[in-house]
């Protein structure tokens, strides 16, 4: 049995080290990030991520300002929303999400005339709850792109978690995407900040920046900031994908296995996107809420790549109106070349997790063949699963076979698919299969 547990042991070690080698097309990373001018309208989605979708709590007609409340929760995995304009609320509706579920939306007319809203006030913060309850109001969801309410992952129990190190995420491992590596450039103070707030509110000893070495103008900016604080470190990862994946930057840094179904908490970790953190510091000293972030526009049709900050709710129609391109987009893709979605409906808005929208056109197109049984899925896959097995059981809608096969370990990084000879959408796949299982299991409730 020991020697069962050693070999196990040793092939879950190794498959956090298979990683692939993408061509970064990092075009607008020395290019200052700007604002965008106010788009006409905007079109806010009651769903940001993972979560309970929120309610609206103003109505058709109403005016709202700039940081005002427009949409909370009474669950606990979610966080309120907040207007990134002053205007008007001229109607309510449903816009097909990222994740192909219909999302209610409020539509803002935008004024010339912003005017903040005079409720916001920097919140007062002497102990962790009160740290926690403050991340809440805020609206900050992970910044990084799954979007988990922050106020629950810091609000952990630190009774049955034990933290010793707080890990920084700014891998930023996906290709054209580079608002992180503005963010550590622009405002390394403000990320500095919000590590010692969380360290101290959460009294957590130790902290790493987890940056890749192909960012050395980062990475030497950080240590700068650095310098003086001995219990913050800059660690350099190797330039690989999906090197900022939760589970393989724990054991990048640490060496520490999450095992299936556990959390990083389970290994003294806890995990924060440097954008969030930098988040955190000025939400602190301003109380302005989470109401615009940064985006990084390209594409093979963008005449200027750039990172710029647009109100959340702008809609696709509007930012296309603002950038230069020289063709008509025939793939637009929110997010990165390899965990991002395709977007074709002109009203999908920049929601708290978009960090990027690009434009491509004549992309080639792949025709999908028959699995030659190569294997190469396999070796590429960090979590070490059987992707041609997982779309085989997917394809017969066997959800026992499913569940055996973990395909809820499967982070969505899309390496199976951009390995595959024969184009299989393996990672597609594996994306619905969650929705396939997660939907059966609100059936059996029922």
């Not at 070690?13 to 290019?31: C, F």
């Not at 608002?179 to 390394?188: I, N, Q």
Request: aromatic fraction near 6%; glycine fraction near 6%; proline fraction near 6%.
């Amino acid at each position: 049995m020991e020697g069962v547990v050693k070999i196990k042991n040793i092939y879950t070690r190794l498959m956090y080290k298979i990683h692939l080698k993408l061509p970064h097309h990092k075009n607008a990373a020395e290019v200052r990030t700007k604002k965008m001018d106010l788009p006409a309208h905007v079109i806010v989605g009651m769903s940001h991520g993972i979560g309970a979708p929120c309610i609206p709590v103003v109505s058709v007609g109403d005016r709202v300002k700039t940081g005002q409340l427009i949409a909370d929760s009474d669950a606990f995995v979610s966080a309120p929303i907040y207007s990134g304009v002053t205007g008007k609320v001229t109607a309510e509706k449903e816009i097909m999400g990222l994740n192909g579920r219909l999302n209610k939306s409020l539509v803002i007319e935008t004024e010339n005339n912003q005017i903040f809203d005079e409720n916001i006030t920097p919140p007062k913060v002497t102990n962790r709850d009160d740290f926690i309850k403050a991340i809440r109001k805020s609206g900050l969801v992970g910044l990084g792109g799954a979007g988990f309410p922050s106020h629950v992952k810091i609000g952990y129990d630190p009774e049955k978690y034990k933290i010793d190190t707080l890990i920084i995420n700014a891998a930023e491992c996906e290709p054209y995407i580079t608002t992180d590596y503005c963010e550590m450039l622009e405002k390394g103070d403000d990320i500095i900040k919000g590590i010692k707030l969380i360290m101290q509110y959460c009294e957590i000893p130790k902290a790493v920046i987890a940056i890749e070495k192909s960012n050395p103008n980062a990475v030497r900016h950080m240590k700068e900031l650095t310098e003086t604080e001995k219990d913050i470190n800059v660690w350099k990862l190797k330039t690989e994908f999906p090197q900022g994946a939760e589970k393989v930057l724990i054991y990048s840094i640490t060496g520490r296995v999450v095992e299936e179904g556990e959390l990083p908490l389970s290994v003294g970790c806890l995990i924060v996107n440097v954008s969030s953190a930098a988040f955190i510091s000025r939400y602190m000293e301003t109380g302005i809420p989470l109401i615009s972030r940064r985006i990084t526009v390209d594409g093979n049709i963008v005449n200027k790549p750039s990172n710029i900050i647009v109100p959340i709710g702008t809609p696709l129609s509007e930012l296309m109106k603002k950038i230069d391109l020289r063709l008509q987009p025939d793939r637009i893709i929110f997010g990165g070349p390899m965990m991002g979605h395709s977007v074709f409906d002109p009203d999908t808005p920049i929601s708290k997790t978009t960090g990027a929208v690009l434009f491509f056109k004549d992309m080639p197109r792949h025709k999908m063949t028959a699995c030659i049984r190569c294997g190469k899925c396999i070796r590429v896959c960090s979590m070490r699963l059987l992707p041609t097995e997982l779309e085989k059981a997917y394809d017969m809608r066997d959800l026992k076979r499913l569940v055996r096969l973990s395909v809820n370990s499967c982070m969505e990084c899309g390496s199976c698919s951009y390995i595959c000879p024969a184009k299989r959408n393996m990672a597609e796949k594996n994306r619905l299969s969650k929705e396939l299982l997660r939907d059966n299991q609100e059936i059996n409730k029922k």
